[in-house]
């Protein structure tokens, strides 16, 4: 079935350094998803990359979908305390319906 | 509309015993969905629901695992005779009926069986 794997697993960094995870599915996606779920609480969606190679910014946050539909990240410039949580990709194939399948997820602390 | 909400936010339960969740989605969404979470895991789906409809289950999902939703509103999910590996948060998320539309999940139910 389909897999969708994300690294690192943890990133401790200082408060204004910059961060990335990377996202990779082992079946080609309709889409990716990334959602923030923050210690204690649900995720909560951020953002949708639908094209080949399709990126897309919010403030501090850029969000790329690689050329082949497989891979994904979100990097994070200047990270706040308030960026401190566990960031989830999640694709959708042609073939899965409407069923999302999450990565494992990365933990972000941020030092201040 | 205040978003997705479930009922309880906790249950701790017997092993043995059945426990039921409600989720109640956005009003306009027809998409619902369940998704069960564990310590340190991404979520991981259970069922999908488009309207009344329940178009897709996990093959994880044992039969002692039920959903429904009566009339295209609220859901619920019940386990029956509860095991200590069900402990885990229950989400519940709804979308609207449109492909490539993002979750908006519920608070979740964080069940404990003991």
């Known amino acids: 079935g389909q897999q969708v794997m994300q690294i690192p697993q943890y990133q401790h960094v200082q408060e204004g350094e910059d961060f990335t995870t990377y996202c990779n599915s082992s079946t080609t996606l309709s889409n990716i998803q990334w959602y923030k779920q923050r210690p204690g609480g649900h995720p909560v969606f951020l953002i949708q990359?639908?094209?080949?190679?399709e990126v897309k910014k919010q403030k501090r946050l850029t969000f790329q979908f690689g050329e082949a539909k497989k891979n994904s990240s979100l990097h994070i410039t200047a990270t706040q305390t308030t960026d401190v949580g566990t960031y989830f990709c999640?694709?959708?194939?042609?073939?899965?319906?409407?069923?999302?399948?999450f990565g494992e997820g990365t933990q972000l602390t941020v030092n201040p | 509309d205040t978003g997705v909400s479930q009922d309880p936010r906790h249950k701790i339960t017997k092993r043995g015993q059945n426990v039921t969740f409600r989720c109640d989605p956005i009003?306009?969404?027809?998409?619902l969905y369940w998704y069960r979470q564990t310590l340190g895991q991404g979520p991981e789906f259970l069922t999908y629901?488009?309207?009344?409809?329940?178009?897709?289950k996990s093959r994880l999902l044992s039969d002692r695992f039920s959903a429904e939703r009566p009339k295209g509103s609220f859901s619920t999910l019940e386990i029956q005779r509860t095991e200590q590996g069900d402990s885990a948060m229950y989400l519940c998320?709804?979308?609207?009926?449109?492909?490539?539309?993002?979750?908006?999940f519920g608070s979740g139910t964080r069940l404990t069986v003991v």
């Open positions: 009003s306009e969404h027809n998409r």
């Open positions: 990359l639908v094209k080949s190679g």
């Open positions: 998320a709804s979308s609207l009926d449109r492909r490539h539309y993002g979750y908006t």
């Open positions: 629901f488009q309207n009344e409809a329940q178009l897709e």
């Open positions: 999640a694709g959708e194939t042609e073939t899965s319906g409407s069923r999302l399948t």
